[in-house]
């Protein structure tokens, strides 16, 4: 219903007045705003007995099974949880999550362990994405007799394994019959972790940025450690979810789920000081973060009040003089700052971008030694986009001012863009069809929340074929990186241009010196400069 009506979801109609002003709060609970989950595993969903199937919840369902008899866990009671005896090796398997760098941004995980079990020092738990590369094992989470429990993140960086790390013994209960709770996630840049109400950090300073690369499709995850020496243990939640959650948001999924199998008035294993430590989590403005919802009508309105005379009523006159201003961001790109998007090394630019579909048929790639389309010229502070044939492909360039985790430089409210650039002189005949230098600006919003609309606006964009034609102002409204019900559809919407025309030299009243071409990228071919200005 959603989608054939174009309406937005709950979690985007609930004002905050009602929120706010509202005296009987609504208790909190992780399935409040479905649209949030992922993936996830609750006790409640298997049935008493040998457990060969664990269905799964949210927006991306990967069924956890086993299909060996003697390797299934077992649950024993309603809400005993699911169990995995001490060494049997059993465990549960599901197929890989290739957008987990961006679907699974937090992971809940409720479980108990007996220390005293098993013959070997270590367990593992939770394995998502096993493996030893970036964005593999991550998260994972395992108890180690000597350490205590241990949760991990693998990213890269310029010194190739981001390894993040964080462990404890006296926040984590070991007796076989508490429930241990874990929130954790990666939070613009940073891993964190709480383990029953108490934070964790890792033994190092964690680097600013925090990037990974895509994992491939050879890939499974695992809840449970299939060694014969395992400890006794068992879950009761296990699930995982978008966006990057507050401190407030952390402390009420904590709450929640401690809560969730205490009998009592208070939940036990959180420290006194913790704010549920007797009482559940209600719905507040913390469930409510700043995000953009769309208006059809205000979308509409813009789009049928452009006028094309009024959009090239300066052509060829002297530059608008732009008040109210200030400037907040500037490059000149007189220094190599164009870093690979997954390496973790880019302060600035990022390349080559999330969205690969930009390169249609000439494939986008980040810089390199071999292949490179980001040529720095050190002797003349410049730097080059450009487009490069290899073998019978192209290779092209495009980059971002954040990288593949949406961490970077954002800017929200009226502003100013300025651009300087050149193109190579290149005649129309000798074109390469379907390629196109471009400005675009995408809502980041799509990288946390993927079961939400994507937010384009292409400030300008050049058309290969024809070197001189310009289309300006776009606006696009794209369906959601992941399939759900939640989105908006994509018939909902019109798209809108601001102008689209021939930039003759008759046209633009301006004389013509340049011609360009052979370019796919964000920017144009020979980027000098670029300044951008936000009003106060």
Do not use: C
């Amino acid at each position: 219903m959603e989608q054939t009506d174009g309406r937005l979801p709950l979690s985007l109609r609930i004002s905050r007045d009602e929120v706010t002003s509202n005296e009987e709060k609504v208790p909190w609970a992780l399935n409040l705003f479905p649209e949030w989950i992922m993936t996830a595993y609750f006790q409640d969903d298997v049935e008493v007995g040998e457990v060969a199937s664990h269905s799964a919840r949210g927006n991306s369902v990967r069924n956890a099974t086993q299909s060996t008899i003697s390797l299934r866990p077992e649950k024993e009671t309603e809400y005993g949880g699911i169990e995995f005896k001490e060494n049997s090796g059993e465990f549960l398997t599901m197929s890989g999550q290739r957008e987990a760098r961006w679907a699974y941004r937090w992971t809940i995980f409720t479980f108990r362990i007996d220390a005293e079990s098993g013959d070997d020092d270590t367990t593992v738990m939770v394995d998502i994405n096993q493996g030893n590369a970036s964005n593999k094992s991550s998260p994972k989470i395992w108890y180690n007799k000597t350490t205590g429990l241990n949760i991990q993140f693998l990213g890269r960086n310029e010194n190739g394994l981001d390894k993040r790390l964080m462990t404890t013994k006296t926040a984590v209960v070991a007796d076989g019959e508490t429930w241990n709770v874990v929130v954790t996630g990666i939070r613009y840049g940073q891993m964190f972790a709480s383990v029953n109400g108490v934070s964790l950090s890792t033994e190092s300073a964690q680097p600013e940025r925090y990037a990974n690369s895509e994992i491939g499709n050879d890939t499974s995850s695992y809840i449970g450690d299939d060694s014969d020496g395992n400890m006794a243990w068992a879950y009761d939640t296990l699930a995982f979810g978008l966006t990057e959650p507050t401190e407030a948001m952390v402390r009420k999924m904590t709450g929640w789920a401690a809560h969730r199998l205490d009998d009592g008035n208070s939940a036990i294993i959180l420290p006194n000081s913790h704010i549920y430590k007797s009482n559940n989590p209600v719905m507040d403005k913390e469930d409510f973060p700043t995000r953009y919802i769309h208006d059809n009508e205000q979308w509409t309105a813009w789009g049928t009040s452009i006028n094309s005379t009024d959009v090239k009523v300066n052509g060829g006159g002297s530059p608008v003089e732009v008040e109210g201003f200030e400037r907040v961001f500037y490059d000149d790109f007189r220094n190599d700052r164009v870093k690979a998007s997954y390496s973790g090394e880019s302060d600035l630019w990022s390349a080559p971008g999330f969205n690969t579909a930009v390169g249609a048929s000439a494939t986008l790639i980040a810089p390199n030694d071999t292949t490179n389309v980001y040529e720095f010229d050190e002797s003349e502070q410049k730097q080059s986009l450009s487009l490069l044939k290899v073998n019978d492909r192209w290779k092209a360039a495009a980059f971002y001012s954040v990288n593949d985790l949406g961490y970077g430089y954002t800017w929200e409210g009226p502003k100013v863009f300025r651009i300087r650039m050149m193109f190579p002189e290149v005649a129309q005949a000798d074109l390469a069809g379907g390629l196109f230098p471009a400005f675009w600006s995408y809502d980041p919003d799509f990288l946390f929340w993927r079961t939400a609309n994507r937010i384009e606006v292409d400030w300008f964009e050049f058309d290969g074929k024809n070197g001189t034609w310009l289309n300006g102002l776009a606006s696009h409204y794209h369906y959601a990186a992941v399939d759900n019900i939640f989105a908006k559809s994509a018939e909902s919407y019109k798209s809108y241009k601001a102008y689209s025309g021939q930039m003759t030299e008759a046209k633009v009243k301006l004389q013509v010196v340049w011609s360009f071409g052979m370019v796919n990228t964000i920017l144009g071919n020979l980027l000098l400069m670029m300044i951008l200005l936000i009003s106060m």
